[in-house]
C-alpha cells in the first residue's frame, strides 16, 4: 500500500511538473556522409547514446553527402546508416556543406523544409541553421530578424563553416567571421556548431559564444589539430559526434568516439540575454 | 624616373594587380584588419565606383562599332565572334566537368568567371607580342563577345538579394530622361552621368541586377564627336567631344576605383583553395584556349578565312593570352556568389590565372609568333630566357609591357606615336602631325593651330615605350580671322556633304584642312578615289588661295 501510494506520488509530481523543466536532449554530427564503415559505426554509437539518453532530433552540420548524390545515394550515405535512430522517430535538421548538392534541401529525411536556411524551436531553445556556402544579403538579413524576435532563453546557430578553428586544412574562415560574428554576439547567441573541419575541437568561449567544431561524422583528417591558445578541448584521432542536453540555464554535452569513448565533456552556462 | 614609373603603371592598369597584391599581402598577414576593411569598401567601391570602369569600356565599345571601328565591320567581327563562342563553350565544359567531377555542383553558377577574359590583361600581352597586327583586334573583339555573354549571365543577383518593385519604371525614366538630354544635344556627360545615372542605379538596385551596370545603359545616349559641325571648332579652352571628355576627366579616377576594386576582391586566404580554384584554372588556362582554337578551326573548315598574316600559331598566342580573368572574373565571381568560401576559392582562382601571361610569351617563342619570329636565334633565346624570369619573379602583368619594350622596332614605335596623337583631346581636324622614327629617334613635323599643342604633343610622344629622344619639328599656325574663316566654311562644306556623313560621325574625322595664309591642304585618308576628288573640288569652292590635296585613298581590308 505505501508502495502505491508512492507511485501515485510520483506520478501526480511528474504530471504537475512544468514542461520547461524536461532537459532537451539532441545530437550532433557533421561532414558524416561518406556511406563508410566508419559512418555507421558512429550511427551505432549514437543509438546506443540514445539508449541511454533519449534525444529526438540530430543536427547535421553540412557534407551530409559526400560524391554522387542520386536517390539510391540517399539510401547508402544517410538512411541505412542512421537506420536505427530513423525507425525511432529521430528527425534530422540538416545545414548544407559545399559537398552538398543545393537541392538537398528538398530531401524530407533533412526536413529543411526546402530551404537553404531555416529555423525551428524546441522547449526553451531556438535553432537557427544557415548556409554559409552563400552567405548573401537576404539570408543575413533574415538571420537578423529572425534571432532578434526570438524569445527562448537560449540561441543556437549551426553552420558548415567554422567562423574559430584551428583545424589545419582550413582553420577559421575570417571573411565569414566578419559579417557573422557581430550579429550572432548582438543577439545573445549562446552556442554555434560547424563542421568541414574533420576534426573535434571546443574553443575557448569567443566574446561570450561557445563554439564547436565537429566536422569528423564519418571523414577524418588525422592529426589535423592545431592545439592553440584558443582551443579548450579537441580530438584528432578518430571519428566522433556530440551529444548535447539543455536544462534551465545550463548546457551539458559529451563528444563521444567511435569507440564509445568520452573524449570530451563539460557544462556551459547560459549567457544572460543581452 | 618617378613620373615616367607612375605613367607607365597608369597606361597599362597595373593599379588593378598592384591593389591585388596589396590585399593577397594584408589578408594573409592580418586577416580581421583586412576583411574589416575590405568589406567596409566593397559597397562604394563594387557596386558604385565600378559603374565608372564599365561605362568606360562601353564607350570604347560603342565608338569601335562607329565607322572605321575594329567593331565597325561584320567581316571583322565574324571569326572572333566564333572563337569567343568557342571560349565560353570551352571553359564551361571543363569548369562544370571539374566540379561536377568533384560532386561541388554547388559552384557550378561560377563558370562565367572562368570564361571572363581580362581586356587590359589581353591587351596588353597580345600588343606585346604581335605589335600592328591583326591579332589584336581579333583578341579585343573575342574578348568584348565573352565578357558580354557573361556579364548578361551574370548581371540578374535575384536569388539573394530582395527585389522591390519599381524597377522597371525607374529605367524607363533614365532612359527616357537620357534620350530627351541627347536631343537637346547636350554636349557634356555630366547630366547623363548626374541625372539619368542615379535614377539608372536605383532602378537595377531595386530590380535586383548589379547596379554596377548603372551607365552602361546610357551611354550609347552620349552625344558622338562628329554629330554637329560645331564640334569641329578648335577650343583651345577645354575640349567638348562628350565621350573624349568623359575618358578625360574620369580615366585616373576609373584608375583608382581599379586599385581599390583589386584592394577588395582580391584579398584572399591562401588556404581558401578549394575545388573551385581548381576547376577555374584548369577552364581558363586550358578549356578556354582549346575552346578557342577548336571553334576557329570549325568556322575555318566551313568556309570563314583567318584574317591577312594571322597564322595559327598566332591563334593559339592569342588564345592564350586570353586565359588572365582578373578585373572581369572577380567581377562575375561577386555577381554569381556573395561572401563566403565559395566566393574565396574562386577569387584564389581568378588571381592565379595570371599565370597565363608567361604562358603566352612562353608559347610565342616556342612557336616564334609575333616578336619571336625571324633570326637572331641566340639572342632572342637569352632575351626570352631573362623574359620569363623576369615574368615569374615579377608578375605577369608587369612582364608583358616589360618584354614589349625591349623589342620594340622603329615601325612599331611609329604606330604607337601616331596612336598617341590621335587620342590626344585637343588634335583636331585642322591639325596635321607627320611621325618619324630613326633607331628609337622621334621627329614630329606637321602643323598645329595652337603652340600649346606643340609641348603636348612632344610630351606625349617622349612618354611612348621605346622612344629614346623626340625631336619636336612642329610648328604653330599664324593667327587670321581669314584662315578661320576658310576652316570652318571648309569643315561646315565637306563634313555636311552627305559623301562624308561616314567620316563625320568618327571620333577622329579622318580628313584634316590645314589652313595657312590662305593656303590649304587637304590630308588624311578617304574611302574612294570619287572622295578624294570632291573633297578638292569642294576645297577648292572657297575662298583658298591654293589647294594641296594630299589625301590618301585607303581600301578597307
Known sequence: ?274 | MTTRLWRFIVDHFLLLPIGGAVALAWANLAPESYFTTARTLAFPVNEIGMALFLALITQEIVEETLPHGALHSWRKWTLPLVAAAGAAAGSALVYVGWVAWSHELVLVEGWPVAAAVDLAFTYFIVKAIFPRHPALPFAIVLAVAVDVLATAHVASRQSFVDVRPGGALLMAAALGLAALLRHWKARTFWPYLLLCGPLSWWALHLDGFHPALALVPLVPFFPHKPRSLELFVDRPHGPHDTPAMFEHVWLHPIQAVLFLFGFVNAGVLLSGYGTGTWALLAAALVGKPLGIVAATSLAVAAGLHLPARFHWRDLVVVALATSGVFTFGLFFATGAYPIGPLLAELKLGAVLTGIGAPLAFAAAWLLRAGRFSGGRTMTRTRHAVARGAAALLLCAALAAPAAAQQVLTDEDIAADVAQHVQRYVFFTIFDDVDVQVDHGVVTLAGRVTMPYKVEALGELAARVDGVEAVQNEIRTLPVSQFDDDLRYGIARRLYGDPLFWHAAIQVNPPIHIVVERGAVTLTGVVLSEVERRVAETIARSSLAFSVTNKLRVEIED
Open chain 1, 1 to 274: 500500500m505505501r508502495h502505491l501510494t508512492c507511485l501515485v506520488l510520483v506520478l501526480l509530481l511528474a504530471a504537475v511538473a512544468p514542461a520547461g523543466q524536461e532537459p532537451l536532449r539532441f545530437a550532433v554530427v557533421g561532414d558524416a556522409g561518406t556511406g563508410g564503415r566508419p559512418q555507421f559505426e558512429i550511427a551505432q554509437q549514437m543509438a546506443a547514446a540514445r539508449a541511454a539518453s533519449p534525444f529526438d532530433f540530430v543536427l547535421l552540420l553540412g557534407d551530409n553527402m559526400y560524391g554522387r548524390q542520386e536517390p539510391q545515394d540517399f539510401v547508402d550515405k544517410f538512411e541505412r546508416p542512421y537506420a536505427a535512430l530513423l525507425g525511432g522517430g529521430v528527425r534530422f535538421f540538416a545545414a548544407l556543406g559545399n559537398h552538398d548538392k543545393p537541392d538537398n534541401r528538398l530531401y524530407a529525411g533533412f526536413n529543411m523544409k526546402g530551404e537553404r536556411y531555416y529555423t525551428f524551436a524546441r522547449g526553451p531553445v531556438r535553432f537557427v541553421i544557415l548556409d554559409t556556402n552563400q552567405l548573401d544579403p537576404k539570408q543575413l538579413g533574415w538571420a537578423d530578424d529572425t534571432l532578434a524576435r526570438a524569445t527562448e532563453r537560449w540561441k543556437v546557430v549551426s553552420f558548415h563553416h567554422p567562423l574559430y578553428s584551428n583545424g589545419g586544412r582550413h582553420g577559421s574562415n575570417v571573411e565569414l567571421r566578419v559579417v557573422l560574428e557581430p550579429l550572432l554576439v548582438r543577439h545573445g547567441v549562446n552556442v554555434v556548431f560547424s563542421g568541414h573541419e574533420h576534426i573535434y575541437e571546443r574553443l575557448v568561449p569567443q566574446k561570450g559564444i561557445t563554439y564547436f567544431v565537429a566536422g569528423s561524422g564519418g571523414q577524418l583528417r588525422k592529426g589535423d589539430l592545431r592545439r592553440s591558445a584558443t582551443t579548450a578541448a579537441g580530438f584528432d584521432e578518430d571519428r566522433s559526434f556530440l551529444l548535447v542536453e539543455i536544462a534551465g540555464d545550463e548546457m551539458s554535452f559529451r563528444a563521444i568516439a567511435r569507440t564509445g569513448r568520452t573524449v570530451d565533456a563539460g557544462v556551459i552556462g547560459r549567457r544572460p540575454s543581452t
